[in-house]
């Protein structure tokens, strides 16, 4: 096991390694900014913004399957946002009707 031989930093000072430096300044040279960047993937926009409208083409459709309401929704959507919705459109009327 190798033991840590450099001195290290009294008072809460810690080094920073001049590579690190470098990286801060070139970052800050080409954005403008030197924080570190994200590493989180960026929220997408909804596809069902309008749930009024949403909920009465379900009501409509209900019959159908998530597949044929996909194809049948104005913009592109895919079956598993259909059933996201769906599920949202239950929890809220549920919560609606049943408050305690």
């Known amino acids: ?9 009294k008072g809460g000072v810690r080094f920073i390694r001049e590579s690190v430096i470098g990286i ?13 960047l994200s590493n989180r993937p960026k929220r997408t926009k909804a596809k069902i913004t309008d749930w009024q409208a949403f909920e009465k083409f379900a009501e409509r459709n209900g019959e159908k399957t998530q597949c044929q309401m996909a ?19 239950a929890s809220t009327s549920f919560n609606f009707y049943y408050k305690t």
């Open 24 to 36: 801060w300044l070139k970052r800050r040279q080409e954005t403008g900014d030197y924080h570190p």
């Open 71 to 89: 194809v049948l929704w104005g913009e592109p959507i895919s079956p598993r946002t259909i059933s996201k919705g769906l599920r949202i459109i």
């Open 1 to 9: 096991m190798l033991k840590h031989t450099a001195p290290r930093p």
